[in-house]
C-alpha cells in the first residue's frame, strides 16, 4: 500500500506511526511546510490526567509521552478576585513542540521520514497513492480541493483570542476573568513544562473594538494584555510566537473522504479550546482509520466507509458538546455578572450534561462549596 500524507503536526505523525506498525510493507510519503523543530502556539491540554485513550490501543506510545506530561486534577476559576477549585477534573498538559518531537522519534522507529520545510501545492504529488491522509489542518489544501465532496461547513466564533506563553509555571489549569475599561477579558492559562505556561486570552467583540487591538502591532496589545493580568502574571511577561488575534472557526464536513482521499484531525473538525480536546480528537481519529484499514484487510474503498460510520457518531457528540462550552464563552461577559460561586456553577452545567447528583460525586469538594453559599445545584443554571 502506498500512503501519502500531507501534514506532520499530531494527526500526520500519528497516522505514519499506526499505519507502518499495522502494515510494515508499506510505503509512506510525508510532508510538512515548516521545519522540523518548530510549531505555533505552546501547550496542549488533554482533558484527561494521563493519555488513556491512547494507552488501550498503543502503550509504547503512551509511555514515551507521559513522562513529559504536567498534569492536575482540579480547575480554578478566578472571578472578582476570588478563587473557586473546582475538583475532581483531571488534565494534563504537554509543550506542542515537545509532543511533536516525540512522535517524530517514535516515526523514525519505524523508519518514517517526513520531509519538513516543503509547502505542497500540487497535490499530484501523491498520484501514485493508494491512500491520501489529509493530516493538513485548518486550512487543509486537500479539503479545499473538494469543498463540495467533502461537504463542508465553516462558521467563526465571535469572540477574539490571542495565544501566548509564559515563563510562570501555574500549578493549575485556571481561568481568570477581568473586568476593564475595554470591557470583560479571559485567560485560560495552564503549566506545560515545569517552567512555561500557556496564556490564551480571549475578549468579547465589543472589548476588542473599544481596545482598538485590530489597528495594533503585536507588541502594543501585548504590553496592553500584560496590564490586564498583571496581578495573574505577578511579574511575568507575555511571551509571543505567531500570537495573532482570531476568531475560532467552528468546521465541519457531511462526507469524511472523497476518493482515495480521506480528512483527519483539524482538517476535519474543531472543537473549542475550552474543552481541550483538538488534539486528542486529532489523534483518535487516526487510531479509528487504522483500525477500520486493518479491519478491512488494507482494501482502501471498504475501510473509509467504515472509518466516517464508526467514529461519526463519536466525534458528533464531542463536537457538540465543545460548541455549547464555546456558546457559554461567547457570553461570558454576561456570566461575569454572577458572583462568583454562582458562576463557577454557570461554568460547570454550561454544557447541561451534569445533573446535580454527578457534580456531587465528581466535584465533592466544590458541591459541599456551592451548598455553602446557599446555591441550589440541582436548579439550571
Ligand atoms: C488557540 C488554540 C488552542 C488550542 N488548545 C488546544 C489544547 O489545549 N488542547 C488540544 O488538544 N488542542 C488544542 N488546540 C487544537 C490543536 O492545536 C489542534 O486540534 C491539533 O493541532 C490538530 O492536529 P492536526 O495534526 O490535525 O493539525 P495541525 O496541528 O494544524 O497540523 C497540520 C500540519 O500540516 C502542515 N501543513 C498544512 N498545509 C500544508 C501544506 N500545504 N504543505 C505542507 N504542510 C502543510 C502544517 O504545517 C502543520 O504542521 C488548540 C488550537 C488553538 C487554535
Given at each position: 500500500m502506498k500512503v501519502g500524507i500531507l501534514g506532520a503536526g499530531p494527526a500526520g505523525l500519528y497516522a505514519s506511526i499506526l499505519i507502518k506498525?499495522?502494515?510494515?510493507?508499506?510505503?509512506?510519503?510525508?510532508?510538512?511546510?515548516?521545519?522540523?523543530?518548530?510549531?505555533?502556539?505552546?501547550?496542549?491540554?488533554?482533558?484527561?490526567?494521563?493519555?488513556?485513550?491512547?494507552?488501550?490501543?498503543?502503550?509504547?506510545?503512551?509511555?514515551?509521552?507521559?513522562?513529559?506530561?504536567?498534569?492536575?486534577?482540579?480547575?480554578r476559576l478566578t472571578h472578582k478576585g476570588e478563587t473557586v477549585a473546582i475538583d475532581g477534573i483531571g488534565f494534563s498538559a504537554i509543550g506542542r513542540l515537545q509532543l511533536l518531537l516525540l512522535l517524530q522519534q517514535r516515526a523514525a522507529q519505524f523508519g518514517v521520514q517526513p520531509v519538513y520545510d516543503t509547502l505542497i501545492e500540487d497535490l499530484s504529488v501523491f498520484d501514485d497513492c493508494d491512500l491520501v491522509v489529509a493530516a493538513d489542518g485548518l486550512n487543509s489544501a486537500i479539503r479545499a480541493s473538494a469543498r463540495q465532496g467533502f461537504g463542508e461547513a465553516m462558521y467563526h466564533l465571535h469572540n477574539r483570542f490571542c495565544w501566548y506563553g509564559t515563563d510562570k509555571p501555574f500549578e493549575a489549569l485556571t481561568q481568570t476573568f477581568e473586568e476593564t475599561d475595554f470591557g470583560c477579558f479571559n485567560a485560560h492559562h495552564y503549566r506545560f513544562a515545569p517552567d512555561r505556561s500557556t496564556f490564551l486570552?480571549?475578549?468579547?467583540?465589543?472589548?476588542?473594538?473599544?481596545?482598538?487591538?485590530?489597528?495594533?502591532?503585536?507588541p502594543e496589545y501585548r504590553k496592553i494584555c500584560e496590564e490586564i493580568f498583571a496581578d495573574t502574571l505577578g511579574g511575568a511577561?507575555?511571551?509571543?510566537?505567531?500570537?495573532?488575534?482570531?476568531?475560532f472557526p467552528v468546521l465541519t464536513n457531511r462526507h469524511w473522504y472523497h476518493g482515495n482521499r480521506v480528512l483527519v484531525g483539524d482538517a476535519l473538525h474543531t472543537a473549542h479550546y475550552s474543552i481541550g480536546s483538538g488534539t486528542r480528537l486529532a489523534m483518535e481519529d487516526v487510531v479509528a482509520l487504522v483500525r477500520a484499514l486493518k479491519d478491512c484487510d488494507g482494501d482502501v474503498a471498504a475501510a473509509l466507509p467504515l472509518y466516517q460510520s464508526q467514529r461519526k457518531p463519536i466525534v458528533d457528540k464531542l463536537c457538540t458538546a465543545a460548541t455549547t462550552s464555546a456558546n457559554w464563552y461567547e457570553d461570558f461577559a454576561q456570566h461575569m455578572e454572577l458572583d462568583p460561586w454562582r458562576f463557577a456553577k454557570s461554568y460547570i452545567r454550561r454544557s447541561n450534561r451534569l445533573s446535580g447528583d454527578q457534580i456531587r460525586g465528581m466535584s465533592p469538594e466544590f458541591a459541599m462549596g456551592l451548598e455553602a453559599h446557599g446555591i441550589d445545584i440541582e436548579e439550571a443554571a
Open positions: 506498525r499495522d502494515f510494515p510493507t508499506a510505503e509512506i510519503k510525508i510532508f510538512d511546510q515548516s521545519p522540523a523543530n518548530a510549531t505555533w502556539g505552546f501547550g496542549v491540554v488533554f482533558s484527561e490526567a494521563a493519555l488513556a485513550f491512547l494507552r488501550k490501543d498503543d502503550p509504547e506510545t503512551a509511555d514515551l509521552i507521559e513522562p513529559h506530561m504536567e498534569t492536575w486534577s482540579d480547575i486570552v480571549e475578549c468579547d467583540e465589543a472589548a476588542f473594538k473599544k481596545a482598538g487591538f485590530a489597528d495594533m502591532a503585536e511577561k507575555l511571551i509571543c510566537n505567531n500570537s495573532i488575534w482570531r476568531q
